[in-house]
């Protein structure tokens, strides 16, 4: 039994449809697929979830009618060109009308109510993978093959209701899972799962957060005893680095679970760092691959880990980031401050993606930029002692990371990748490495990500034999 996930961009268009399901069909063996929202369609709900709270009443039913109008279109008329069967076709355009029309009245009571709260929006954001489960679904039975479309709750996983970042109960998804999906496959049919979305004890819908059709996707696999997660994605694997900064970058063949979480921590978009996980859990093998280039090998996820020629594997660069300098001799006075910090991140979900500090008197660390705001209004209300005399955010940076397990052990690299930057004339702001010595990280001003991802791609990657 496999899991295939495949992406947004996999699923963005009828073209993209009908070659995932060539890729399904083609499949021996038992499958559960997971999909995305078609691309773009989320991004769409997200916006205009939050446009309509601003809008004149008087304007609002034309505004959300003129949505619906556009996004029930969109995938009616991708149905319509892939689907033939005329009682598949309309099975399905009566399924997308349902939900439209469940759409269009929690946007109306958004708009109207001035109110969009977290559970109003994940309620919001899940038809993206409603209506894209009913697509796939129906055009894997127009082919004669057995399907049957569910959303994350309809296959067991249930959630807390931390909506937004819902974190899964994995105390029942052993047996929820298992319950609702082997007696489909034992019958022969092919669950087609909505990424992404979930739901908690009462029901009520729940995300998953970024990367979270990924993260379904490693959730089945794990409690269902999966082969392998597939990946299926517009690019052929993990590579090298960007290739939008690095035309030269190359395809990662194989990465253990290490490697494959710092890549993806520090800013590979190819898969998110939580799905990898729940298959580490059970030494679940995950692959990456392209759709557009299924014969590829695509990039190979295992416990293993693999040197290669070179010590360094990948560069990658995370943009979207500021650095928050804590500083004060009130602070060495103040007992467990870093505890104290990381509680009252903790309690907003803010995550810090890096720390670094000489001591309690002078603490740095990295958010992502869209947590600034929240975490300094967290950190003044928190440390109202003044115990904390300065408070200082940097935002045009970059962390650079570069990730190989051939990095343990091997002497006086640190020092010769910081002397590669050095060379091209950027000074690093702050450096932080884990204990697992598979990764270095720094930060850099934000004008200097491409020089300096360039540069250490040729020196430890490109001029290796």
């Keep these: ?99 439209s029309e469940k759409l269009e009245t929690v946007l109306l009571g958004v708009g109207y109510l001035e109110d969009l709260s977290p559970k109003s929006m994940d309620y919001i954001l899940s038809f993206g993978e409603r209506l894209s489960i009913i697509i796939i679904s129906s055009v894997l039975e127009s082919r004669n093959l057995k399907a049957k479309a569910l959303t994350g709750h309809e296959a067991g996983i249930v959630t807390d209701s931390n909506f937004g970042r819902a974190h899964p109960l994995h ?40 990367g979270g059709s990924d993260y379904t996707a490693s959730l089945l696999g794990r409690y269902l005893k999966a082969s392998e997660v597939q990946i299926w994605t517009d690019v052929d694997g993990i590579l090298t680095a960007d290739p939008g900064i690095v035309p030269e970058a190359r395809l990662i063949p194989t ?4 490697e494959a979480v710092d890549l993806a921590y520090f800013g590979a978009k190819v898969i998110h760092s939580k799905m990898i996980e729940p298959a580490m859990d059970v030494n679940i093998p995950v692959r990456i691959k392209n759709t557009f280039n299924p014969g590829g090998e695509g990039t190979l996820i295992v416990s ?19 650095i928050v300098n804590l500083k004060g001799v009130g602070m060495i006075e103040t007992p467990n401050i870093s505890g104290k910090l ?32 929240d975490a300094v209004d967290a950190i003044s209300t928190g440390f109202g002692d003044n115990s904390i005399r300065s408070l200082e955010v940097v935002e045009d940076v970059c962390i650079i990371t570069v990730v190989g397990v051939g990095m343990q052990g091997t002497k006086g690299l640190a020092a010769r990748v910081f002397q590669s930057v050095a060379d ?19 930060m850099v001003k934000g004008g200097d990500r491409e020089k300096v991802v360039k540069t250490l791609h040729k020196r430890f990657i490109e001029d290796v034999a």
Excluded at 255 to 258: A, E, F, G, K, Q
């Design 255 to 258: 990465l253990s679970y290490i």
């Design 1 to 99: 039994m496999i899991v295939m996930k495949f992406g947004g961009t996999s699923v963005g268009s009828a073209e993209n449809i009908r070659a995932v399901a060539d890729i399904i069909e083609k499949k021996d063996g038992r499958k559960i697929i997971v999909v995305s929202a078609m691309a773009g369609v989320t991004d769409s709900l997200h916006d205009i979830a939050h446009r309509i709270i601003d809008l004149p009443n008087s304007v609002i039913k034309k505004e959300v009618n003129q949505f619906i109008k556009g996004i029930r279109g969109k995938h009616i008329n991708t149905t319509r060109e892939l689907i033939h069967d005329k009682r598949v076709l309309e099975e399905s355009v009566s399924m997308i009308d349902d939900l």
């Design 424 to 442: 091209v004339d950027v000074n690093i702001i702050m450096i932080a490495q884990g204990s697992s010595e598979v990764n270095i990280s720094f």
């Design 342 to 373: 990381f509680s009252l991140l903790g309690g907003r979900n803010i995550n810090i993606l890096m720390i670094s500090g000489s001591s309690e008197s002078n603490l740095s660390f990295v958010i992502k930029k869209d947590s600034i705001e």
């Design 171 to 210: 105390s029942i998804l052993s047996r929820n899972i298992r319950e609702s999906i082997n007696p489909l496959i034992e019958d022969d049919v092919i669950p087609v799962v909505a990424g992404f979305i979930a739901a908690n004890s009462e029901g009520t819908i729940t995300t998953l957060g970024r």
């Design 304 to 322: 293993k880990q693999e040197k290669m020629d070179h010590v360094i594997k990948a560069v990658t660069a995370h943009g979207d980031v500021g």
